[in-house]
């Protein structure tokens, strides 16, 4: 199995909390970066999403928290797709200390938005192989 998709992230003293760790709003906005940072990779733009008239969606978010993260960490966060068939998929994501410990482990469900219909359309991955250069990026 190849390695997942990833980005390098340091950690950056104003995303700290009161106790020193990451704050958890903060690994939301890694795990998005990761996301667009992935979309961009494999040729998908955000002007191209609208250009087509579709969206990505995040329906559903989960973070564990497993070690916490101090300002000037660097870490990789990973990303990758999973596809059910269904109008929704998942992603997979970790987020790595350089030196290999998990701090944190997020799972979404998300979809593609038809944005005139406002509706999901019936297939996400024929929407983002059709839009992207790299499909294979995407695990398609």
Not at 24 to 50: D, F, K, P, T
Not at 62 to 85: K, M, N, P, Q
Not at 99 to 107: H, R
Request: charged letters at 20%; aromatic letters at 8%; glycine letters at 10%.
């Amino acid at each position: 199995m190849t390695e997942p998709f990833s980005v390098p992230v340091t950690v950056r003293g104003y995303e700290t909390d009161v106790q020193g760790h990451l704050n958890q709003s903060v690994y939301l906005n890694y795990a998005e970066h990761a996301r667009w940072s992935l979309l961009q990779a494999a040729g998908i733009s955000q002007s191209a999403l609208i250009g087509s008239g579709v969206g990505p969606v995040a329906l559903e978010t989960t973070i564990r928290y497993l070690r916490e993260l101090l300002a000037g960490d660097e870490v990789r966060v990973t990303c990758a797709f999973e596809w059910s068939g269904g109008k929704t998929f998942r992603i997979e994501q970790t987020v790595v200390k350089a030196d290999g410990t998990v701090a944190a482990e997020i799972t979404a469900v998300g979809g593609v938005l038809d944005l005139e219909q406002r509706r999901l359309v019936a297939d996400p991955a024929e929407a983002f192989r059709k839009l992207a250069t790299d499909p294979g990026l995407f695990g398609l």
